[in-house]
């Protein structure tokens, strides 16, 4: 009886495992397939590097460097401002005594993490959008900036978890020795906790830039989508903002289409990577901890 | 023990949800009936994909309503209604029904003679007009000064020669102007591009609203916007938009449908040939008073 289930749970498990390793591996075959078809009419280089997006004109031209700037840009933006303030709210964390209260903050940060992205997108075209356009007095607070505001609050909880745990642990590690040598709480924290974080705080970034990378809804609302190259307080728009908006309108099969598919497979590359990276920087600093 | 059965069960019991989930996908096709007379019961609709889901949202409710067709008239079979909608453009659309591909064809601009002449005993069914205000913010002085824009003084504005308030009007003050367009490659630019910029570009910094209701939303919030909101949003938004006629023309349902008023464009169901039964009691739904009702809620202006 008891080795029929351990046979049956076994079984269904490696079925399970393999339909979502499946499943990973279809999408990107697919999104491979739809994508390459444009090459045939237009060079990889060009499209990569090419300024203007144009798929509807009748000398169609789609070239995607503005919005890959774009992206780039906002997502550096989000990780530079919730960075600093991730990484604050990590060592208060850290050093937090009262596990009532870490509990708390932790649950927030938990809600933070769970507001659906279009409520995010809606406060910052609200909020965001109208502050920068009082602030900087400008016609329309539409861009990069904006984005990146949004962007930074919606990354600063997998900041702060993964650089919490790493700090936890230090602290935990050093706290009797800090104690018997007599320093202070704050000096043992800046001089110990915060170097010997250095590595998580290296992949939370990473995290945090390909996570800011792929949000599409909150980024679209706040960013006005105008393909052209993007400055701190002009408009942007991104590449994920650009399938958004156009795929539900281009002609099943047309040069548009493919575009808008090629466009996600240049994205999921640069997703790829950075998740690539962000294991083996991992995987070194375990390996480097133990 | 306990707890691996319990596991197991699990297991097991999402296993059978997950292979039901596929089944009843699958299991459209039902063992054909030795009908005297093949039924059709499947229409597809292929074309505009600005009317798509127009007739996407028809179809639901119609399907709500019957499930067999045998409910909708005792003579037809007793068989699941499929309508079929794909969105593939407006061209496509006429394409397919030249090519004699689909049973229905959607187009949202004017068919013209020689693809009509391509089609043998050509039909179309007028469901209505899509028609698009241009509109700013009722704080904008614009407002107190006229209430209409002319063709060439709107193509301006969205081109990028007048980039400030006051070149429009010398009494304006000379705040930037806030352009706002849906995506350019989508169907509510085409008509307004069609209407009112011909070849000229739309300046590339404008701001895209990802919806109509986002692009309504920037208007109402910021002053200095101006953009084209579709009809139906300006009767949903009374007061806080402030549309313009275009070249004294005013946008009214009247003047959309009799085709006077020009940022707007026709929303067409092609035809080739009669109508089976089953068709034309679809169609008739469509141009229901209810069907037009659907058509109205989804922002177009209905053909009455």
């Known amino acids: ?290 | 023990m306990n707890r691996k059965v319990l596991t197991a069960l699990f297991l097991v019991v999402s296993l059978a949800f997950g292979l039901v989930g596929c089944s009843s996908q699958a299991g459209g096709s039902k063992p054909l009936e030795d009908a005297k007379t093949q039924f059709k019961s499947e229409i597809k609709f292929y074309g505009s994909t600005t009317l798509a889901p127009v007739l996407s949202q028809l179809s639901t409710n119609f399907n709500e309503h019957y499930a067999t067709w045998d409910k909708v008239d005792s003579q037809f079979a007793k068989k699941d209604i499929a309508i079929y909608v794909s969105g593939a453009g407006s061209s496509a659309g006429v394409k397919s029904i030249i090519d004699g591909v689909s049973d229905f064809g959607m187009a949202s601009r004017k068919v013209s003679d020689e693809e009509k002449s391509k089609i043998e005993g050509y039909q179309e069914f007028k469901l209505g007009m899509d028609a698009l205000t241009i509109s700013v913010n009722p704080k904008n002085n614009l407002t107190k000064l006229k209430d209409s824009l002319t063709t060439e003084e709107i193509k301006k504005i969205f081109a990028g020669e007048f980039k400030t308030w006051n070149d429009v009007d010398p009494f304006l003050p000379k705040t930037e102007i806030v352009v706002v367009t849906r995506d350019i490659g989508g169907g509510a630019h085409e008509v307004f591009q069609k209407a009112i910029m011909g070849d000229a570009k739309v300046r590339a910094d404008v701001i895209q609203a990802p919806s109509m209701g986002a692009l309504v939303t920037k208007i109402i919030e910021n002053e200095n916007a101006i953009g084209y909101a579709s009809y139906g949003m300006v009767n949903q938004n009374k007061g806080k938009l402030a549309p313009f006629k275009v070249d004294g023309i005013e946008s009214t349902s009247e003047n959309i449908l009799n085709g006077t008023y020009k940022v707007s464009r026709p929303l067409i169901v092609l035809k080739k040939g009669d109508l089976l039964p089953q068709e034309k009691a679809f169609m008739d739904y469509v141009v229901s008073d209810e069907g037009m009702d659907i058509i109205e809620k989804l922002g177009f202006v209905p053909n009455r």
């Not at chain 1, 002609?251 to 466009?263: D, E, P, Q, R, V």
């Open chain 1, 1 to 290: 009886m008891e080795q029929t289930f351990e046979k049956l749970f076994s079984i269904l498990s490696t079925i399970f495992t393999v339909i979502s390793v499946v499943l990973l591996f279809l999408v990107i075959f697919f999104i491979t397939q739809e994508s390459m078809l444009i090459f045939q009419e237009v060079n990889f280089l060009d499209f990569i590097s090419g300024l203007t997006w144009n798929p509807l004109a009748s000398e169609p031209t789609v070239g995607i460097l503005p919005m890959i700037l774009a992206t780039f840009y906002v997502s550096m933006v989000a990780v530079l401002i919730s960075l600093p303030i991730g990484i604050g709210c990590a060592l208060e964390l850290a050093a937090l005594e009262n596990e009532r209260l870490k509990g708390f903050f932790t649950s927030i940060l938990a809600v933070l993490a769970g507001i659906p992205s279009v409520i995010y997108g809606f406060i910052g075209l609200l909020v965001v959008v109208k502050f920068l356009e009082k602030t900087f007095r400008l016609a329309a607070g539409e861009s990069i900036l904006s984005g990146g505001i949004v962007l930074a609050v919606m990354v600063l909880p997998y900041i702060v978890s993964s650089v919490t745990e790493t700090m936890e642990k230090s602290y935990k590690k050093y706290k009797e020795t800090s104690l018997a040598l007599g320093v202070s709480k704050s000096y043992m924290l800046r001089a110990l906790i915060l170097p010997n974080a250095k590595g998580a705080i290296l992949t939370s970034m990473i995290l945090a830039f390909s996570r800011a990378m792929g949000e599409t809804m909150a980024v679209m609302m706040v960013m006005g989508n105008s393909p052209i190259l993007p400055k701190l307080l002009g408009k942007g728009e991104t590449i994920s903002a650009l399938i958004a908006l156009e795929i539900g309108t281009a002609g099943l099969g047309s040069l548009h289409y493919h575009a808008l598919f090629t466009s996600g497979f240049v994205l999921m590359m640069f997703l790829i990577f950075l998740n690539a990276l962000f294991y083996l920087i991992k995987k070194n600093l375990t390996e480097h901890l133990e």
